[in-house]
C-alpha cells in the first residue's frame, strides 16, 4: 500500500471514528464499549478491510435486523475469526454473520457468545429470531447473560457478587485487554514478534476470545464452585478431624465419630460423604459438621472430582485425615496421595472383608489396602479378627504391621482418638 492510500484510509477510519464517536448508539464495534482509535498493530491492510466493510454497509431501513446489529456489531473482532473474509470484499460482514444464523461459532462482539448465550437460554433457539438480535432487542433489558464464559453465575456466588457484577467486571476487563493488543503497547510488542517470527503472527487469529482469569473455562468455574458450596456447607470453619467416607451410617465411621466426639468439641469433626447413598444416621449428631460432596461436586468428572476433593480436605487444616471406606478417597490417593502425604497426615479405615460369591475376600480392604498402606501413618480396622486376616492374607512385613490400629474396644478407641489428635506420645504403638 502506497503512502497516499495509506493516508486516504487513515482519513476514512477517522472520519467513522468520529461519526460514531457522536453518535447515540452503544458504538459497540470498536472493543465492545468504546470507537477504537486507529491505526490497530493488524497493520494496513487488515485496516482497510475494516474501512471497505464500514463504507459498504447498507444503507438503513433495508432490513430491520441488520440495522439493529449494524449499531453494536465490531467488524474487526468478526473479521478476525473469519480470516477468509479478509481476502473478499464484496462479504458485508454483517450479512455473513446473520446469514449464518444459531449455529454460527463466530462472536459478533467480544462480549457476545451464540453458543453461551443458547446454553443459557435454550428458549431462544426456537423462532426465527437470529439470537443475537433477540438478546439486543428484548434479552439484554430482561437480565439474560450472554456473557461468553460459562460458569459466572458460579464465580458470582464464590465472590458474594451478582452475575450482572462480574459479568460487567468481566467486559471491563476484556475490553481493556482487546484495546491494548490493537491499539496498545501491547499490542505493538506482539506485532513486532510476529515480524521475527511469522508463527507468531497466526496467534492474532486468538485475540478475539481472550482469556478472562480466574475463569478461563468452564471447568475452572466448576471447580471453584464445588468446594466453595462444600466450604460453606461447613461454615468456612476448619476441622480438627475429617472424616472421608462412603457411608455414614457404616458402624467404623459412627464408632469413630462418638470417639472423637469424647476427647474433641464435636463441632470440630467434620464428616464428609462421597458416596451416592451416603446414608443420613446421626452423622451429624451433637454438632458434627457434614458435607454431602457427592452432592456439592455433581457434574465434575471423576478426575475433576478427585482435584476437588484433595483441594477440600487441604483447605481444611485438620491435625488428620481419615478415609473409611471411602473409593473416591482411596482412588483419589493414588494420583494425589504422595503430594497430600507432604502436608497431611492421612488414615485409612476398613471394615471386616466378607467373601464373594467366588470365595474370595472381598471389600474395600482387599482392594486398596495393599495399594496405600506404606503411603499413610495408619490403618484403622473394626476387630482384631479383621487385623489379624490383613497380616495374614498379605504377609505384612512388620514396619507395615505396626501401622495397624483394632478399634474392638472403648480403650483401643480413646487411644486411636488421641492419636489422630497428636496426643500419643511416639513410639507408643512401636
Known amino acids: 500500500m502506497t503512502e497516499a492510500a495509506y493516508g486516504r484510509l487513515r482519513r476514512r477510519l477517522r472520519r467513522w471514528n468520529d461519526r460514531v464517536g457522536t453518535s447515540d448508539a452503544p458504538a459497540a464495534r470498536a472493543t465492545d464499549g468504546e470507537p477504537a482509535p486507529i491505526p490497530t498493530h493488524l497493520g494496513p491492510a487488515f485496516d482497510q478491510r475494516v474501512a471497505e466493510a464500514l463504507e459498504r454497509q447498507q444503507p438503513a431501513g433495508r432490513d430491520a435486523d441488520y440495522d439493529v446489529v449494524r449499531d453494536h456489531f465490531d467488524i474487526a473482532h468478526y473479521l478476525l475469526q473469519a480470516p477468509a473474509l479478509l481476502d473478499n470484499p464484496d462479504v458485508d460482514p454483517i450479512q455473513h454473520f446473520l446469514r449464518l444464523g444459531p449455529g454460527v461459532k463466530l462472536t459478533p462482539t467480544p462480549g457476545f457468545s451464540t453458543d453461551s448465550y443458547l446454553k443459557r437460554h435454550p428458549e431462544r433457539r426456537t423462532g426465527d429470531a437470529n439470537p443475537y438480535v433477540a438478546w439486543l432487542r428484548e434479552g439484554r433489558a430482561k437480565g439474560e447473560v450472554a456473557e461468553p464464559v460459562m460458569g459466572v453465575e458460579k464465580l458470582a456466588a464464590v465472590l458474594g457478587s451478582t452475575t450482572e457484577e462480574v459479568v460487567e467486571q468481566i467486559s471491563e476487563r476484556r475490553t481493556d485487554v482487546v484495546r491494548r493488543l490493537h491499539h496498545g ?9 510476529a515480524e521475527l517470527e511469522p ?10 476470545r481472550p482469556r478472562m482469569m480466574p475463569i478461563p473455562w468452564l471447568v475452572v468455574a466448576d471447580q471453584l464452585g464445588a468446594l466453595h458450596s462444600s466450604q460453606e456447607a461447613l461454615g468456612f470453619e476448619r476441622a480438627r478431624i475429617v472424616l472421608v467416607v462412603e457411608d455414614a451410617d457404616d458402624a467404623l465411621v459412627e464408632r469413630l465419630r462418638d470417639g472423637l466426639c469424647a476427647e474433641v468439641d464435636p463441632h470440630d469433626v467434620v464428616v464428609v460423604t462421597t458416596g451416592p447413598n451416603a446414608g443420613g444416621g446421626d452423622a451429624t449428631a451433637g454438632g458434627v459438621r457434614r458435607v454431602d460432596f457427592a452432592e456439592t ?15 477440600l480436605l487441604r483447605s481444611l487444616c485438620a491435625d488428620a485425615i481419615v478415609g473409611v471406606e471411602s473409593r473416591l478417597f482411596l482412588e483419589a490417593l493414588t494420583p494425589y496421595g504422595r503430594a497430600l502425604k507432604a502436608s497431611e497426615r492421612i488414615f485409612l479405615g476398613f471394615s471386616g472383608l466378607r467373601r464373594s460369591r467366588l470365595g474370595h475376600p472381598a471389600g474395600a480392604s482387599a482392594r486398596y489396602f495393599y495399594r496405600h498402606a506404606e503411603l499413610v501413618d495408619a490403618v484403622i480396622v473394626d476387630s482384631e479378627e479383621t487385623e489379624d486376616r490383613l497380616i495374614e492374607d498379605y504377609g505384612l512385613p512388620k514396619a507395615v504391621a505396626q501401622k495397624l490400629r483394632a478399634v474392638a474396644d472403648d480403650e483401643a478407641l480413646a487411644e486411636m482418638a488421641r492419636e489422630l489428635l497428636w496426643e500419643v506420645p511416639d513410639g507408643h504403638h512401636d
Open 185 to 193: 503497547k501491547l499490542g505493538e510488542m506482539f506485532a513486532k514478534a
Open 199 to 208: 508463527l507468531v503472527g497466526e496467534l492474532w487469529a486468538e485475540v478475539p
Open 297 to 311: 461436586a455433581r457434574g465434575l468428572g471423576p478426575i475433576m472430582t478427585q482435584q476437588v476433593l484433595v483441594e
